[in-house]
């Protein structure tokens, strides 16, 4: 202690006869001015030097009368860090010295759940009102479980402002259940909750809370489905609306409004949306006729029924929903069969002026109605490529070249042509005048077809597509073609091969040139080297113990040299006989002979 502080306190002592061993904390408390308290205490907060004796604290709250108390609440109050006797004053503080703090001190956390804990509703509303404070969630946590619903008024009160910070979502499920009217009402009403108290309201039997809840909320797939489950029809109805909103189909919400038989919600949903065909036969099943009317009639979305469900109306269902249906989308598809199957080709001819068979079943028109009908049905709608491929591969050529007629006069030209599995059966098992007519006058490319042509074998076909066999040959070998397609060119003895001479093979076609044997037992190659010699890597090819024919050799050396680089092959004891028929034809180097011959 500095000297005048010694001095002082020896008055003090003189006065009052005190003892010395008294601590600092509680001299300044006890024996000083109150001029003198207020200085130190000043100095004590700006150093952050708080007393540390608890008899210190004991004795500020006993001074009240002294004003030493209330001096030091206003110095507390200038300051914003935290004081422990502050917190010492909400543990052992009267109610009146909790309420004398300074307004503008902000009491920690753990101070105010001493305070909710000591202290009854309505001091902890009273306090909370005029002071700053946090609001832990323990806090919050504890005033629920009490029941202070004064208290937490005030607290929601400033939650609402923003004044707190404590999310109001960590209490929702608290709130909804707990005991406190006012507060739960509050709540429910501020339209500032999450996802648990949704459920609540949903799950509750307010009527206009729900539909309140429905017109500012968007909720999860399984909400919206227990909304549905309210059997109030309102309240569904506007769970559809609000579903159509985010524009998402749900198997399982929409299998659910059928179920729940409204028919004002379901006619808001189906109305705007296309069910798939389970759905379609859930709504054909559980729905009555005008409901189903509806949907095909006021759904501009719906293109067709799905056969499951016409076949549930025309075996379950009464007979003008039977015909609704018929005139719309015809027979279900077992029905159409036996019809067609029946051979009866006044109901056939009935039939299809208003309907469009199964694309599954125009063979069976073919097959059965007589072919006025047929091509009345296809002058219609025209035929699938499985059913059109089923005219081409059975029908007479007559009844082939009316339907070729039937096709030119049509506008589009996309529709004027054969589909792909068409095109080839006509070219494989058609006229030939007719095929050739055909791709002239639709301009047909050659090496769509040309391949078929190969393939069938026939001269004038062939003829017809010299140019393109000539250019598809050069293509293939060029790219290496597939063994099939090279079987075809050079198994064909038709090819000219004059515009390829001076094709240089790769390996694989020389090697099917030499290795195919022709219908004839002519090796293919000779229809090629009678035009073009070999070049030297396909000459040696002919020597190949596995392609090795002796009469494609002589071939070959009764034509054209071989290359110098080759003809020691002529050495082995095997072509003797061939290398002196060489020897007087061509001649060969002395030192090949000595060098080679064994």
């Not at 389970?278 to 293109?303: A, G, P, S, T």
């Not at 050495?571 to 060098?595: G, R």
Request: with cysteine.
């Amino acid at each position: 202690m500095k000297k005048e502080e010694k001095l002082w306190f020896k008055k003090l002592k003189f006065l009052f006869g005190l003892s010395i061993s008294e601590s600092k904390e509680v001299d300044l408390v006890k024996y000083s001015s109150l001029s003198y308290f207020k200085r130190k205490a000043k100095e004590n907060l700006k150093n952050f030097n708080f007393f540390e004796d608890t008899e210190a604290y004991r004795l500020l709250l006993l001074d009240e009368n002294n004003k030493k108390f209330k001096a030091y609440m206003k110095i507390i109050g200038k300051v914003i860090h935290y004081n422990p006797f502050v917190s010492y004053l909400c543990k052992n503080g009267s109610k009146e010295q909790i309420l004398n703090t300074p307004t503008n001190y902000e009491f920690v956390s753990e101070d105010v759940c001493t305070l909710a804990n000591r202290f009854d509703d309505d001091f902890v509303e009273q306090f909370l009102k005029t002071r700053k404070s946090r609001y832990p969630y323990s806090l919050i946590r504890e005033l629920i479980n009490k029941g202070y619903e004064k208290s937490l008024l005030i607290w929601f009160d400033k939650w609402i402002k923003g004044d707190n910070l404590t999310s109001l979502y960590y209490f929702e499920d608290d709130i909804c259940n707990c005991n406190l009217p006012k507060l739960r009402e509050l709540f429910l009403s501020s339209n500032k909750f999450g996802n648990y108290t949704k459920k609540y309201i949903a799950r509750s039997k307010d009527k206009e809370r729900i539909k309140q809840l429905l017109e500012n909320f968007e909720f999860s797939l399984d909400l919206y489905q227990e909304l549905l489950d309210t059997q109030d029809a309102e309240i569904q109805m506007l769970t559809v609306k609000q579903f159509l909103k985010l524009k998402i189909n749900n198997r399982n919400f929409v299998s659910k409004l059928i179920l729940t038989g409204n028919v004002k919600a379901i006619t808001e949903y189906i109305s705007s949306n296309v069910l798939d065909k389970d759905l379609e036969l859930l709504l054909v099943k559980n729905l009555d006729e005008d409901m189903i009317r509806h949907y095909l009639e006021k759904n501009d979305k719906v293109l067709y029924l799905s056969n499951e469900s016409m076949q549930y109306i025309f075996d379950h269902k009464s007979v003008s929903l039977q015909e609704f249906i018929f005139h719309k989308f015809g027979y279900p598809y077992e029905l159409e069969r036996k019809l067609l199957k029946s051979k009866d080709n006044s109901a056939i001819e009935k039939y299809i002026k208003d309907v469009e068979l199964f694309s599954q079943n125009e063979y069976l028109l073919l097959k059965f109605a007589c072919e006025d009908i047929v091509f009345d049905y296809i002058s219609r709608y025209g035929l699938c490529e499985s059913a059109e491929v089923y005219l081409i591969k059975y029908s007479s050529p007559d009844t082939i070249k009316r339907y070729l007629t039937l096709l030119s006069q049509k506008e589009n030209t996309n529709e004027k042509l054969l589909h792909k599995e068409a095109l080839i059966t006509f070219v494989l098992s058609g006229e030939v005048e007719d095929i050739i007519s055909y791709i002239k006058s639709n301009n047909i490319l050659l090496s769509n077809v040309i391949w078929y042509f190969l393939l069938r074998g026939d001269e004038k076909l062939i003829e017809f597509g010299k140019d393109a066999i000539t250019t598809t040959i050069l293509e293939n070998i060029a790219k290496d073609a597939s063994s099939e397609q090279l079987i075809r060119l050079f198994n064909n003895k038709h090819i000219v091969f004059n515009d390829i001479a001076q094709c240089n093979f790769c390996k694989r076609p020389v090697i099917m040139l030499c290795d195919e044997n022709s219908r004839e037992g002519f090796p293919p190659i000779i229809h090629f080297i009678q035009k073009s010699p070999l070049c030297p890597n396909a000459q040696k090819l002919l020597f190949e113990d596995n392609l090795c024919n002796k009469d494609v050799i002589r071939s070959y050396i009764s034509l054209y040299p071989l290359d110098t680089s080759v003809e020691y092959l002529l050495c082995k004891p095997i072509f003797a006989d061939i290398l002196e028929e060489y020897i007087e034809k061509y001649p060969i180097a002395e030192k090949l002979l000595t060098k080679h011959i064994i």
